[in-house]
């Protein structure tokens, strides 16, 4: 069993920036990478980022591509989004997940709670 929590989620004017943070309770496998989902009210849950256990690989959601950045720390078992240029749209509970990776919740095992970004226009 493998924990995550997420931190770093609050409210931002559009334009601004958040970084968030997720913590993993242990190491993950060698074949398991870490991605990023995002909820919004009253749509089903999608793909943000992922990124391989050696950060070699980073995929992203066209939505969110050249604003965001995920990036991971195995040190501290931590995996980061870094969000810039915020738009309203991008109001969501953000998930953290571990699995065999990929850009579909199929590929993920564990979840984090989740931490809600609210960006105001």
């Known amino acids: 069993q493998v924990q995550l929590v997420e931190s770093g989620g609050g409210l931002v004017q559009a334009g601004g920036s958040l970084r968030l943070s997720c913590v993993a309770s242990r190491r993950t496998a060698r074949n398991y990478g870490m991605g990023w989902f995002r909820q919004a009210p009253e749509k089903e849950r999608e793909f943000v980022a992922t990124?391989?256990?050696?950060?070699?690989?980073?995929v992203y959601a066209d939505s969110v591509k050249a604003r965001f950045t995920i990036s991971k720390d195995n040190a501290k078992n931590t995996v980061y989004l870094n969000m810039n240029s915020l738009k309203p749209e991008d109001t969501a509970v953000y998930y953290c997940a571990t699995g065999r990776g990929g850009s579909t919740e199929l590929g993920y095992d564990y979840w984090g709670q989740g931490t809600q970004v609210t960006v105001s226009s």
């Open positions: 990124i391989t256990w050696n950060g070699g690989v980073t």
